[in-house]
């Protein structure tokens, strides 16, 4: 992972683990409500500790089986470790059933952009936006889409609907919240973050390189060989970034990093 200047560790995570420990203190009276546990859950998922959230979030929905924020926290959990068609094939059901939400909108659109399918991932986001016109990531996840698809015109009036909203697209915040979901191990959201990052004007070879390093954390090692190759053939020094990076150990074992030796 490059970090382009900023100091490592960004997270202070003893200071994360207090803040949870105190919420958990003070709130043990309510360990009878599903929110106690959800809110618990959120608290472990934000700091990547997915075996204690998923537990947590069992527990919420045990307690209330329509807790809608619970289901898609699960849903994010899947996410996060890769596991996208999983993911989607949960969530169909409470996108049938909550299909006025916009926030049920864009996660689904997610899941079926992790899943390759472009279409429906853009159909889901118009659907999004049409409830919520100012709906910032939805924008940038379609923004994304068009880079990926090649159409410039597309990226060009969404990049005008973001400056006329006064959304915030400064690619600096977006490079600095792919290192935060890094560090707390959120693969999934880095990825979009750095793809946002991308896409807005920071350094593309960089985000790029980041991404192909969270690529390798949920598996996708094809994908991180397709995105090293086309890094590496405009610019060679990436090739020393891979050969010595603790992130890409494993991917380093298969012979798909094998061919990148011979570009």
């Known amino acids: 992972m490059l970090y382009a200047g900023y100091n490592r560790p960004i997270l202070n995570k003893d200071q994360s683990a207090k803040i949870r420990e105190q919420f958990i203190a003070s709130c043990e009276m309510h360990k009878d409500f599903a929110d106690y546990n959800y809110q618990i859950a959120k608290l472990y998922f934000n700091d990547g500790n997915f075996s204690i959230a998923h537990e947590h979030v069992e527990k919420a929905l045990q307690k209330n089986p329509e807790y809608l924020l619970a289901h898609m926290l699960r849903t994010k959990l899947h996410i996060e ?3 996208f068609i999983q993911a989607y094939h949960d969530f169909t059901h409470l996108r049938q059933q909550y299909d006025t939400y916009a926030d049920v909108m864009y996660l689904n659109a997610l899941l079926l952009y992790f899943n ?3 279409i429906e991932a853009l159909n889901e986001i118009r659907r999004a936006l049409e409830i919520n016109t100012i709906y910032h990531d939805a924008y940038l996840l379609e923004l994304i889409i068009y880079y990926e698809v090649g159409r410039l015109k597309e990226m060009y009036q969404i990049r005008k609907q973001l400056s006329m909203n006064e959304i915030n697209n400064v690619p600096e915040q ?3 919240n792919g290192l935060l979901a890094y560090e707390r191990c959120h693969w999934a959201s ?3 973050s750095f793809e946002s990052a991308s896409v807005l004007g920071y350094d593309a070879l960089m985000c790029n ?3 192909a390093c969270l690529y390798a954390f ?3 090692l094809h994908k991180t ?3 090293l190759k086309k890094i590496i053939s405009k610019k060679q020094e990436f090739m020393s970034h891979v050969q010595c990076d603790s992130d890409f150990a494993e991917f380093r074992k ?3 990093y094998s061919s990148l030796e011979i570009i």
């Open 218 to 220: 949920l598996r996708k």
């Open 116 to 118: 390759n399918n472009y």
């Open 225 to 227: 060989q397709d995105i």
């Open 190 to 192: 880095g990825i979009i």
């Open 254 to 256: 298969t012979d798909l």
């Open 81 to 83: 470790n890769g596991e």
């Open 209 to 211: 390189y980041n991404i």
């Open 174 to 176: 977006y490079f600095y």
